[in-house]
């Protein structure tokens, strides 16, 4: 199944307490800006190895390849983070696929004559990561990323080993491009989505770019700004630690825990302190 994969040298773990020559990135708080283009910050070194994370990036442009994509160069800022400190990353372009109408895991089993979306569902839960990208048209999400929300949600009955429902345990982010109003709106929809069927949303998960309303450049258009625009580069950055940082917490701990948020459990009667006013 067609597809893109970075990979780089995982990074050693280490701590942050670690000492650092020079002009040092904090480690906590605020600090200024440097002075002067030439000088530069000697950065500490991530806190955790992150080579067991996988992460999937979703690009829900409106054109298949080998069209350029302006989605596709905010993606690869994000991905190449990630690669760098050895994730490994996989992207796919939805319009490369044929991905049925519909809101079941398998839209052949209802009538389709064929579907891709099975191939893409196995790829989503053997992430840990999950990242929405897209344009912006007519002020909303493109027709592309709301028929990816319809396929997620299609699985979103499932449940896991622990008995909650199938996307607990992971963590989900976007990145909208475009040049018109609405940022915010999409990733707002976005994110509702993906917590709305069990991904933890981190802090900051969300970053776009913009250019002047109206007609005009987009992200990867000379001229644009889009690439060296310090507001959307800061946002990917941390969107993207964001995402890695809470994907490695998620793992560590097994998940989020199975108590109060069992289905089976609610419908056996167990109620997690639940107070029911009939039997008070």
């Not at 995982?10 to 440097?34: D, F, L, Y």
């Not at 109003?181 to 990733?187: L, S, T, W």
């Not at 941390?238 to 994907?247: G, K, P, Q, S, V």
């Not at 917490?249 to 056996?268: E, M």
């Amino acid at each position: 199944m067609p597809g893109s994969r970075a990979r780089a040298a995982t990074r050693p773990a280490v701590g942050v307490a670690a000492a650092h020559s020079g002009r040092a990135c904090p480690k906590t708080g605020m600090s200024r800006a440097p002075e002067r283009d030439t000088e530069r910050m000697s950065e500490p070194k991530p806190p955790a190895d992150y080579s067991d994370l996988r992460a999937l990036f979703i690009n829900c442009t409106l054109k298949p390849s080998p069209e350029l994509s302006h989605t596709q160069g905010l993606i690869d800022i994000s991905t190449h983070i990630m690669a760098t400190n050895g994730v490994d990353v996989e992207v796919i372009r939805a319009a490369d696929h044929d991905i049925a109408t519909g809101v079941w895991p398998d839209m052949r089993e209802h009538g389709a004559a064929t579907d891709d979306w099975p191939e893409i569902f196995e790829k989503v839960l053997a992430s840990d990561i999950l990242v929405l990208a897209g344009p912006i048209w007519l002020g909303d999400n493109s027709s592309v990323m709301k028929m990816v929300h319809e396929r997620l949600y299609g699985g979103s009955h499932l449940l896991n080993d622990a008995g909650q429902y199938l996307y607990y345990g992971r963590v989900g982010g976007c990145l909208i491009t475009g040049n018109e109003d609405g940022i915010k709106h999409c990733a707002q929809n976005v994110l509702y989505t993906l917590q709305h069927i069990g991904y933890t949303i981190p802090p900051q998960a969300d970053a776009g770019w913009i250019g002047e309303a109206g007609p005009g450049p987009s992200y990867l258009d000379p001229g644009s700004g889009g690439p060296e625009n310090d507001f959307t580069n800061r946002n990917t950055t941390f969107m993207t630690w964001n995402l890695i940082h809470f994907a490695r917490l998620l793992k560590d701990a097994g998940g989020v825990p199975a108590y109060g948020n069992i289905r089976s459990g609610w419908d056996a009667g167990c109620r997690y302190d639940y107070q029911n006013p009939e039997y008070r």
